[in-house]
């Protein structure tokens, strides 16, 4: 970094992908300068985000790598199977589940995924601790917040970040990773394509009565995937899709009301569960960016892509982009390139595009797919479960998929340091 710039790298965005990123930067020797504009502290907090996220095995690794893997270990549950059923009742480990019916175990791809799991299930709030108290660690690292960027101005040597308060920094290079309504992104002149669903995602944490066997449940009822995932403790986190409105009038139904409809799309498999802490909902819609770069601008995260959860890959695909521009970043500056290049950055860009765009299409089609009652479709689908099902190497191929092992993977996917 030269004395012109306060940092190599502006990030817009403290959250998981922007301070994966961060911290990858900073493990190279990068400066970087985080912008959120909520309290550093308020991301911790139960309230603030009751997601829980499923977690590749390789993203896993990369945290290892980071040096954050052993503060989120001890709340990390191990996906040892998944349970894929399709039908139109209640009920999503029925004990006769009919040929529309998938199972994959973590067993049978242990030979490449070194023991590990299918993945991991975690509370979001963990992951955010962990991930603060790497930043708040790293000397490299310069945390602003509750701080907003206003604009970004783009000239031949540096870009340019006016803050909330009036202050202008300067790097070579400004990323974009603090969502869907991303400024970065305006300020770059980048469109995004898409549309909303029409459904929200109702989220709730539920302590269990039996205990789960690291066995996660993705139940297709004809409004939308419900999914039990199982957490540390013997709870699990409930994932079910419904209308918007309908979801809305859950988020504020009396606990009766409520437990009824749970339990009515839950079945008996593991007993009665019972809420933990508050409902939350969260519009669903696909958002993608036409570009992931531009001159001096890259975005990862959502503000790149926004997909559907119902293959659980949301949080992925940011951690993905966050190695694959860490990479990119530490081995231009190795060579001696202008990080901020747009040659440079349309590496990162090539990289992750067609992983990006493929996954965003895929959820679209499965989510379209599965969201129905329609009796062709049901008999489709239902067939080509039971396909997979019976065909071991399919089965292997869609769990190394999963557990973002396929491709050519960034260096921080493979635990291996930058």
């Known amino acids: 970094m030269t004395q012109a710039h306060d940092a190599d790298v502006i990030i817009a965005g403290a959250g998981m992908a922007g301070a994966t990123l961060g911290l990858a930067l900073a493990s190279a020797g990068l400066t970087a300068i985080l912008v959120d504009p909520a309290p550093f502290d308020a991301q911790l907090a139960p309230t603030f985000d009751g997601r829980s996220s499923a977690i590749a095995y390789a993203s896993f690794r990369q945290w290892r790598a980071l040096g954050v893997g052993g503060d989120l270990e001890p709340h990390a549950q191990r996906i040892e199977q998944i349970l894929v059923t399709d039908g139109t009742s209640p009920g999503a480990a029925a004990s006769?589940?009919?040929?529309?019916?998938?199972?994959?175990?973590?067993?049978?791809?242990?030979?490449?995924?070194?023991?590990?799991?299918?993945?991991?299930?975690?509370?979001?709030?963990?992951?955010?601790?962990?991930?603060?108290?790497?930043?708040?660690?790293?000397?490299?690292?310069?945390?602003?917040?509750?701080?907003?960027?206003?604009?970004?101005?783009?000239?031949?040597?540096?870009?340019?970040?006016?803050?909330?308060?009036?202050?202008?920094?300067?790097?070579?290079?400004?990323?974009?990773?603090?969502?869907?309504?991303?400024?970065?992104?305006?300020?770059?002149?980048?469109?995004?394509?898409?549309?909303?669903?029409?459904?929200?995602?109702?989220?709730?944490?539920?302590?269990?009565?039996?205990?789960?066997?690291?066995?996660?449940?993705?139940?297709?009822?004809?409004?939308?995937?419900?999914?039990?995932?199982?957490?540390?403790?013997?709870?699990?986190?409930?994932?079910?899709?419904?209308?918007?409105?309908?979801?809305?009038?859950?988020?504020?139904?009396?606990?009766?009301?409520?437990h009824a409809h749970m339990q009515r799309r839950f079945g008996e498999f593991l007993g009665a569960p019972t809420v933990q802490g508050p409902i939350f909902v969260y519009p669903l819609a696909l958002s993608l960016a036409e570009q992931m770069s531009a001159p001096r601008v890259a975005l990862l995260g959502d503000a790149a892509h926004g997909v559907h959860p119902i293959a659980g890959q949301g949080l992925n695909l940011g951690l993905k982009d966050a190695a694959a521009l860490a990479q990119v970043l530490v081995e231009a500056l190795r060579l001696g390139e202008d990080i901020g290049s747009e040659v440079v950055l349309e590496r990162y860009a090539a990289w992750r595009r067609f992983d990006n765009t493929m996954l965003a299409a895929a959820t679209d089609v499965f989510t379209r797919l599965f969201s129905n009652d329609i009796a062709p479709l049901r008999a489709v689908r239902g067939l080509g479960l039971a396909v997979v099902n019976r065909i071991a190497p399919a089965r292997k191929f869609f769990m190394r998929e999963a557990g973002g092992a396929v491709g050519d993977l960034p260096r921080l996917l493979r635990g291996e340091a930058l």
């Open 96 to 258: 006769r589940p009919g040929s529309a019916f998938l199972r994959f175990d973590s067993a049978e791809i242990g030979d490449v995924s070194d023991g590990e799991p299918l993945g991991y299930l975690i509370e979001n709030r963990r992951i955010r601790a962990a991930l603060a108290a790497g930043v708040l660690q790293s000397p490299n690292l310069t945390v602003l917040a509750p701080m907003k960027v206003t604009a970004v101005e783009v000239t031949p040597g540096a870009a340019k970040v006016t803050l909330s308060d009036g202050r202008v920094l300067s790097a070579p290079l400004v990323v974009g990773a603090e969502g869907k309504a991303s400024v970065v992104r305006r300020e770059a002149g980048i469109d995004t394509i898409g549309w909303g669903y029409g459904q929200s995602g109702v989220v709730a944490t539920v302590a269990l009565e039996r205990d789960h066997d690291g066995v996660a449940h993705e139940y297709f009822l004809p409004g939308g995937p419900f999914a039990i995932l199982p957490l540390t403790e013997q709870r699990a986190s409930l994932v079910w899709t419904e209308k918007t409105a309908q979801a809305e009038a859950l988020r504020h139904a009396r606990p009766e009301i409520l």
